[in-house]
Nanobody, 127 residues
Framework: QVQLVESGGGLVQAGGSLRLSCAASVRTFSSYAMGWFRQAPGKEREFVAAINWSGGRTYYADSVKGRFTISRDNAKKTMSLQMNSLKPEDTAVYYC????????????????????WGQGTQVTVSS
């Protein structure tokens, strides 16, 4: 069983930055591909960014490419999302997700491919 806890959300003005963290309680965090998703009010959940088990491969949604950076620290069992140049349209609840994919280049952009989810953290960007 994997438990994921997000933190770092908050209220920020447009153009500002936030850093989200996802802490995992699992013995073999490095065996999991990880991802960030978000869901705005009245909208479907959408993919934001993903990273493979080693951190050697990352992938971003076009809407955040060049502004967001995903990373992980397997020793600390954490994943982060550095969000810069935030826009009001980035306002959403952000979720981290995990999928068991050891020693592969696999990353997932579809939510149904992930087995474990955190409870989410709210990010609000004011204009």
């Amino acid at each position: 069983q994997v438990q994921l806890v997000e933190s770092g959300g908050g209220l920020v003005q447009a153009g500002g930055s936030l850093r989200l963290s996802c802490a995992a309680s699992v013995r073999t965090f490095s065996s999991y591909a990880m991802g960030w998703f978000r869901q705005a009010p009245g909208k479907e959940r959408e993919f934001v960014a993903a990273i493979n088990w080693s951190g050697g491969r990352t992938y971003y949604a076009d809407s955040v490419k060049g502004r967001f950076t995903i990373s992980r620290d397997n020793a600390k069992k954490t994943m982060s999302l550095q969000m810069n140049s935030l826009k009001p349209e980035d306002t959403a609840v952000y979720y981290c997700a995990a999928d068991y994919s050891p020693y592969t280049i696999v990353i997932h952009t579809i939510g149904n491919d992930y087995d474990y989810w955190g409870q989410g953290t709210q990010v609000t960007v004011s204009s």
